[in-house]
Nanobody
Framework: VRLVESGGGFMQAGGSLSLSCTASGFYSLGTMGWYRRAPWNRRELGAIIDAGGSTDIGDSVKGRFTISRDNAKKTVYLQMNILKPEDTGVYLC???????????????WGQGTQVTVSS
């Protein structure tokens, strides 16, 4: 199983960036989404979306970030608008699923992609 992230980069405050993450090797795929790496090895919720399209958006990005997914492409997208300097960080793609029908669902994390927002 594998998660391949793309997008991110550098943007001035008020601008927009988008991220995408494609899953491969999964037998079944559940919730996908994005977290931002936080101090002390924590992860701060950006946004997640389940296979049915229900979403959970982090309080700090609510109203500015939008998450969507294409189940056929096994891809999740994060549209980040009205970016703020405090949005800066490494964004980690997340997926919950299994590689074979015999396994149980497990969490998988991508390598992360850098987002830098200047003031």
């Amino acid at each position: 199983v594998r998660l391949v992230e793309s997008g991110g980069g550098f943007m001035q405050a008020g601008g927009s960036l988008s991220l995408s993450c494609t899953a491969s090797g999964f037998y079944s795929l559940g919730t996908m989404g994005w977290y931002r790496r936080a101090p002390w090895n924590r992860r701060e919720l950006g946004a997640i979306i389940d296979a049915g399209g229900s979403t959970d958006i982090g309080d700090s990005v609510k109203g500015r970030f939008t998450i969507s997914r294409d189940n056929a492409k096994k891809t999740v997208y994060l549209q980040m608008n009205i970016l703020k300097p405090e949005d800066t960080g490494v964004y980690l793609c997340y997926a919950n699923g299994r590689a074979t029908w015999e396994e149980v669902d497990d969490d998988l994390w991508g390598q992360g992609t850098q987002v830098t927002v200047s003031s």
